[in-house]
């Protein structure tokens, strides 16, 4: 990853707007750039496009939609961003926080009314921190229906994306960003550009970023994109540009193992528990899935058992991924406490102890209070582990997603967003609200291609 001066020879091609990355962010951005008349190129490292989003739920939590409104669901923007900074202890810029909620339900509408996607409300459960129902997702919700149907649009747009090229270098003058030089099949091309986006996510595939930012997760399953190298934040820093919270991150600590697929965090929130191999509850499940990556971890083997049941159950399968485990064999079924215990190996005692004491009248020995029913029988069990999702530190940026230097600077026709810009989760795992990610990744990349957008009708004398 380097800076070069401009080419001697000149770019191969030039662009008004070029994108890096094709997950949901590079997307929609790309989408948001060309409704407000500018043209764009998308490259994307990878053989189509997917990223951090198709391996997701594919859920982006918005405030305050008609969506919400049919479900008879009351939101708003600052009730969101309260939300957001609660989780975080506060540890975020509240401009950003306020400036990613009042758009969210705003980039939702017009993914719905301009494109067509089928959003709903997820209206069967809450994610823990959210004060109001606000996820919204696609009929299967999934992360690759989300990526499918944006590169359709795309595609419908008539946007140009170009994969199996990789972002190597950036050609800078001054403080411009003038092109990038591509690898590919065939080598490397130099295209110039009036304005560079960068979409490439953040540096969870990058195992030495991880062990210098954020030890506690290095050895847990890496569940994002192999490309998420860590590219922007290389670049931002060879430019001078500032960084935020490079030790945020999402965890996951309910993916099935070995199998590798991410069971829903509604097999908790409605009454599930997480046991040890010894088969004991070790943790308050209701903090969060990012916080139980760690939680996890910690136990023997890094494994642990999800417990829940029949009921439970019913309400996962509205999840694609839920399914699938379920197909393969991954969730486990059993009639009584002991048929458990034998098809999980677990110890039958400890596990009948674990799974009928706990009160429903008042918080247990963790802190966590359960409401609704108890876990009866037939019941589910899925072995798990944790996993780092993506990271949520990042770029710093300014309220148009333009990358910040250290000295308050900015970069006039440099963008950042997703997971390449600094989330709004804090400083650690604990502050990730859930959807923060995807949330950042689509309101940013809206942000970030119309402003880059509104420069080239400047440039072009049509403001």
Not at 121 to 146: I, K, W
């Amino acid at each position: 990853m380097s800076i070069l001066p401009l080419p001697a020879t000149g770019f191969d091609l030039d662009v008004p707007i070029l994108i890096v990355g094709a997950g949901a962010c590079g997307l929609v951005a790309a989408l948001a750039a060309t409704d407000a008349g500018a043209e764009v190129l998308v490259v994307e490292a990878d053989a189509a496009p997917s990223g951090s989003t198709a391996l997701s739920a594919g859920l982006i939590p918005a405030a305050g939609t008609r969506f919400q409104r049919d479900a008879g669901i009351e939101d708003t923007a600052d009730l969101f961003a309260r939300d957001i900074q609660k989780k975080a202890k506060g540890e975020n810029p509240q401009e950003l926080v306020d400036r990613l909620a009042e758009h969210s339900g705003k980039v939702i509408e017009w993914l719905a009314d301009r494109f067509d996607l089928p959003f709903s409300v997820v209206t069967d459960f809450d994610y823990p921190g959210h004060s109001r129902r606000r996820m919204h997702g696609l009929p299967t919700r999934a992360g690759r229906e989300l990526i499918d149907r944006l590169r359709s649009a795309c595609e419908t747009q008539g946007i140009d994306i170009i994969c199996n090229r990789r972002a190597t270098s950036l050609f800078v003058e001054g403080d411009h960003v003038r092109g990038v030089r591509l690898e590919g099949p065939n080598g490397t091309e130099d295209v110039g550009c009036g304005a560079l986006i960068l979409a490439c996510n953040g540096y969870g595939g990058n195992r030495d970023m991880v062990r210098q930012f954020m030890p506690e997760i290095e050895n847990a399953v890496w569940f994002g994109h192999d490309y998420n190298q860590g590219d922007a934040v290389t670049w931002g820093e060879a430019l001078g540009a500032d960084t935020l919270h490079l030790g945020a991150y999402q965890g996951h600590g309910n993916v099935a193992h070995p199998q590798g697929i991410l069971i829903t965090w509604a097999v908790i929130t409605q009454g599930g528990v997480q046991v040890n191999l010894n088969g004991e509850r070790f943790w308050d499940e209701s903090q969060g899935y990012s916080e139980a990556a760690r939680a996890v971890l910690s136990q023997a083997g890094g494994v642990a058992w999800t417990i829940f049941d029949s009921r439970i159950a019913g309400i996962a399968r509205q999840f694609q991924d839920f399914k699938d485990a379920e197909a393969i064999g991954a969730i486990r079924t059993a009639d009584s406490l002991a048929e458990l215990a034998e098809v999980t190996g677990l110890p039958k005692d400890a596990l009948t102890r674990t799974t009928t004491n706990i009160p429903t009248d008042k918080p247990d020995a963790f802190g966590r209070s359960f409401l609704g029913e108890p876990l009866k029988p037939p019941y589910c069990a899925v072995k798990v582990t944790g996993a780092l999702f993506h990271t949520q530190g990042g770029l710093k940026i300014d309220q148009n997603a333009r990358v910040v230097g250290k000295g308050g600077n900015v970069f006039p026709n440099l963008f950042a967003a997703g997971g390449a810009a600094v989330g709004v989760s804090g400083s650690g795992d604990s502050g990730y609200l859930s959807g923060n990610g995807l949330m950042a990744a689509t309101v940013l990349g809206h942000i970030a291609g119309s402003a880059a957008a509104n420069d080239m009708k400047k440039e072009h004398g049509h403001a």
